[in-house]
Each structure stands twice: as structure tokens, then as C-alpha cells.
């Protein structure tokens, strides 16, 4: 559940707790990365396919370079690598990583955070991409 992955995170109630449109949670679980920093690795499920998102306290990517997309004082990087597409980003509270086979359906992932309530907030984002 979402409660108990945040109860090992030093980020607790910063993980979307409903369900969005057609983005249906189908798993998640606490993961360690290279330097010990806990994060969130979440997967959801649409009708044509999946998408991950990785949370993690706010720290700097080292990714495949890509395309930078300056957005609201937020430098978005996204890659294609191997098949898969990548939007990593940090904002003051922390860094994410959005992962789907289609460029599409990063887009359409942006309302796992920002759903009906939000909307606004990401108005033009996914013309971008």
C-alpha cells in the first residue's frame, strides 16, 4: 500500500494517493539507489500500456543526454534509449523519473501528480515533448 511505502521514505505524503482517468496503480516498492537514498518506484497501467515513476529526495541525474525542456523554472531532460522513453526532473521537494515505451504516454503520466485539480499547472507541458 501507499502508506507503508511511505512510512521508509524521508519523503512521506508526497506520493499520489488516487487513482487518475484512465492511470490505474498496479505496484509499487521502496528501492535503494547507489549512494543509499531511499525512493519510490511506482508502476500504473493504461489500456495501451505501462509507465513507471521514480521518486527520490532532490539530487542531481546523471542520464543519457537528451532534449531540455525549460518549463515553469524546471529544466525537464528527456531521452529514448533502447526502446524506452525518459523524463527525469527535480523540483525543490524532489527528483522523478518517468519511464514508457511511448512518448505519448509520458504526456498522459503527468496526471499521476497533477490530476483534474492540477491540471493547469502543466498546461502546454506535453506540447513539448
Known amino acids: 500500500s501507499v502508506k507503508w511505502?511511505?512510512?521508509?521514505?524521508?519523503?512521506?505524503?508526497?506520493?499520489?494517493?488516487?487513482?487518475?482517468?484512465n492511470l490505474r496503480r498496479v505496484g509499487g516498492k521502496l528501492v535503494h539507489l547507489h549512494d543509499e537514498k531511499k525512493a519510490a518506484f511506482l508502476t500504473f497501467e493504461t489500456k495501451e500500456g505501462k509507465i513507471s515513476l521514480l521518486m527520490t529526495s532532490p539530487q542531481p541525474f546523471q542520464g543519457i543526454e537528451g532534449k531540455v525542456i525549460p518549463f515553469k523554472n524546471i529544466s525537464f531532460y528527456m531521452t529514448h534509449y533502447?526502446?524506452?522513453?525518459?523524463?527525469?526532473?527535480?523540483?525543490?521537494?524532489?527528483?522523478?523519473?518517468?519511464?514508457?515505451?511511448?512518448?505519448?504516454?509520458?504526456?498522459?503520466?503527468?496526471?499521476?501528480?497533477?490530476?483534474?485539480?492540477?491540471?493547469?499547472?502543466?498546461?502546454?507541458?506535453?506540447d513539448q515533448i
Open 82 to 126: 533502447r526502446g524506452y522513453y525518459a523524463l527525469s526532473w527535480t523540483d525543490p521537494q524532489l527528483s522523478y523519473v518517468l519511464v514508457s515505451d511511448e512518448k505519448a504516454r509520458i504526456a498522459e503520466a503527468c496526471r499521476i501528480c497533477h490530476g483534474s485539480t492540477r491540471r493547469q499547472d502543466i498546461t502546454g507541458f506535453d
Open 5 to 21: 511505502l511511505e512510512q521508509g521514505l524521508d519523503f512521506p505524503d508526497l506520493i499520489p494517493q488516487q487513482e487518475v482517468s
